[in-house]
């Protein structure tokens, strides 16, 4: 679901900065803090998605003890789905503070995952538990 949101969200900043002319200028791409936005929001994306899908295809159903990164991939891919909600707001300035724009409501629901389905606390303590008892065995 993470994935979804901040993808939903990256699609509506790149779409509102090419669309939105400011400043004598046909669109917010010429801005150097539009940019990082856009390209911080691009990269955090890409790296929650190959985390996700890296773990979900090395996973064997038929064992268990997959908790670790179960864990971490719901910490990171629901602190980084808020993080480019927020971007997504910022670049769409008050627009993206207003119900009718669909930010507004990624924002929210990006929010949710942070609490919802664990808390990012009880996942801080499920992964340190868990590599505490591997002895840092997991680590490549």
């Known amino acids: 679901m993470a994935i979804g949101l901040a993808r939903r969200s990256l699609d509506e900043m790149i779409a509102y900065a090419g669309n939105r002319p400011a400043f004598g200028k046909p669109n917010l791409y010429g801005f150097g803090q539009i940019q990082k936005h856009i390209a911080e929001s691009y990269a955090e994306y890409m790296a929650g ?3 996700l899908y890296g773990f979900a295809n090395s996973l064997d159903l038929s064992t268990y003890g997959h908790g670790l990164d179960a864990d971490g991939v719901k910490l990171y891919c629901a602190q ?3 993080n480019v909600a927020d971007r997504a707001i910022q670049v769409l300035g ?6 009718e724009y ?5 924002w929210r629901d990006s929010k ?4 919802g389905g664990g808390t ?5 303590k499920n992964m340190s538990r868990d590599l505490h008892r591997l002895g840092g065995n997991k680590l490549e």
Do not use: P
Request: net charge neutral; with cysteine; hydrophobic share 25%.
């Open 80 to 82: 980084m789905s808020k």
């Open 120 to 124: 990012s606390e009880s996942h801080h």
């Open 102 to 106: 669909t930010v507004e409501r990624l």
């Open 94 to 99: 008050g627009y993206g503070y207003v119900g």
């Open 112 to 115: 949710l995952l942070e609490i």
């Open 49 to 51: 998605k190959c985390y």
